[in-house]
């Protein structure tokens, strides 16, 4: 993903902060809802969150958003 020479204000940084943290709901809400599924994030013969699983969903996520 890229990186910008832009310098976030405070203010623009909390108001991002509160987007991120919607998307971040967004995305367990999606998650949750799909065990079993092609999104399930646990890894299925221990029952725990596979958090490379969901790192790499989450990269995938950004680097798209980050292409638009």
Known sequence: MGHSNYKLTDDQKKALDKL?????????SELANDIGGILDPYDTPSGNIDNNKVTAMLWYIGDHIASC
């Open 20 to 28: 991120a943290d919607g998307f971040i709901g967004k995305i367990e």
